[in-house]
């Protein structure tokens, strides 16, 4: 058992708000500015790693570097025997989690949830800056209800690449992990995007879409399994709102929305149905064009909901197949893209019944007797001064068929001669004895 921490510099430690497996939040009170703050202390083991200050101290001063209403800030780090710590405003409002707990969201709550989340994971993404461990537990609240997305120290800036990374590990936590990042691909932002359409689905139906006993049949289920449909959980969901989440959860990154703005922009107008306004709400939230960038090494520690596990790519379990050999039957679109698709449909099928009548036609025409097949003259007859007259006649002219076979009449019937008279007979008289 280790003391329980008292004093971390000039900090005075007040009570614990909670730990996982790679860090440990507390509240403190800052003597020097009179405010209380929230110090995030990471694990002993991490300190004694080799190269881990330098890590640390570049994802800190990258963490500086965002300024975003909708992104805590970091007001200090340090180190101190060993542990370093962050030091960052103090939200009296709890997180996310915390109040997915309490009770169902409306629609309207979610899209402004959603609008300040997507707001400030879209600027992060806009300076080459990738999450990889959103989550609920990571976007704190104020008293009005404000969103604030946290916890950028596990993030690696996209582009920079400087050994200084351990290999062999992926970041993240199973419950809101990405195929890709389960499989440990090269991942870019849409991973954000798909753990930011995570949370809205537990949002709008109050459950994840993937439970498991293990972390590895939990990222089993992501990389393979269709997440159930939130209308079946939850009949009062608009279908609109249905099709929306299940694009931002699809499993090739291809096919979900390409920023978190497209996915807050598609949600709010599933909503309102109003295109002008998502346009408005874009370019209020979205006021700068730096590029995206795309992170090209992940190392690995895969993390649940309140506790973190270090795995290795050995130890995960999951069959190393690309996200592409994945075959899940991809949402619905919305109806708005269906019916230009559909008119697309019927116009190509008019077409092609026209192809084929014209073709019909044209065989039939030009068909050996047909109205429009070439005729050819008839066989001229052969003058009769052309043939020789010690030739045989041309087998043209003689009769093939064989004569018909003459009918024999048959012969006249004589009457038969008639039968002569009858011999009178003659009466014969005794003849006279002689003496």
């Known amino acids: 058992m280790h003391a329980p921490l008292r004093q971390l510099g000039q900090y005075e430690i007040i009570e614990e ?48 570097l965002l300024e975003h209403p909708h992104i805590l800030p970091v007001i200090d780090y340090g180190e101190t025997n ?16 915390d109040r997915i707990k309490q009770g169902p969201f409306s629609l309207s709550e979610a899209n402004a949830m959603l609008n300040q989340i997507a707001s400030a994971l879209d600027y992060a993404h806009r300076r080459g800056v990738i999450h990889r461990d959103l989550k609920p537990s990571n976007i704190l609240m104020d008293k009005d209800g404000n969103c604030y997305l946290t916890d950028f120290g596990i993030a690696k800036i996209a582009h920079i690449d400087d050994g200084l990374t351990t290999t062999g590990h992926v970041m993240g936590t199973p419950a809101y992990m990405s195929p890709e990042q389960g499989l440990g691909l090269p991942i870019n932002g849409r991973a954000d995007i798909y753990a930011l359409g995570l949370i809205l689905y537990e949002m709008l139906v109050r459950r994840r879409p ?14 393979y399994h269709p997440p159930p449909r939130p209308t079946v959980l939850n009949p009062d969901l608009p279908q609109a709102v249905e099709e929306v989440v299940l694009k931002a959860l699809a499993k090739r990154p291809e096919e979900r929305y390409q920023t978190p703005m497209d996915l807050a922009n598609a949600f709010d107008y599933a909503l309102t149905g109003d295109a002008t306004h998502t346009t408005r709400l874009s370019r209020t939230l979205s ?4 590029p995206t960038l795309v992170n090209a090494g992940v190392p690995l520690a895969i993390a649940d909901e309140g506790t973190t596990l270090a795995m290795s ?98 012969a006249p019937q004589r009457p038969p001669p008639p039968s002569p008279p009858p011999r009178p007979r003659r009466r014969l008289l005794p003849r006279p004895h002689r003496r």
């Open 17 to 64: 708000l909670g730990h996982g497996g790679m860090s440990t939040v507390y509240r403190a009170r800052q003597a020097s500015m009179g405010r209380e703050v929230a110090i995030k202390v990471l694990a002993a083991e991490l300190a004694r790693e080799k190269g881990f200050m330098e890590r640390f101290t570049k994802e800190v001063q990258l963490i500086a």
């Open 82 to 97: 060993g542990a370093a710590y962050l030091v960052m405003r103090f939200l009296q409002g709890g997180s996310l989690s």
């Open 210 to 223: 993937f439970t498991a006993d293990s972390p590895p049949a939990l990222i089993f289920q992501h990389v």
């Open 287 to 290: 006021t700068d064009s730096a």
């Open 313 to 410: 790519d050995s130890e995960r379990q999951v069959p190393p197949l690309p996200v592409e050999a994945v075959s899940v039957p991809a949402p619905a679109e919305p109806e708005t893209v269906r019916q230009p698709r559909r008119a697309r449909m019927a116009l190509l099928g008019v077409v092609f019944l026209a192809v084929a009548f014209i073709g019909v036609f044209a065989l039939s025409q030009f068909a050996p007797g047909g109205a429009m097949a070439p005729r050819q003259p008839p066989p001229q007859p052969t003058p009769r001064h052309a043939i020789p007259r010690h030739s045989p006649p041309p087998l043209s002219s003689r009769r093939r068929t064989p004569p018909r076979p003459r009918a024999r009449r048959p």
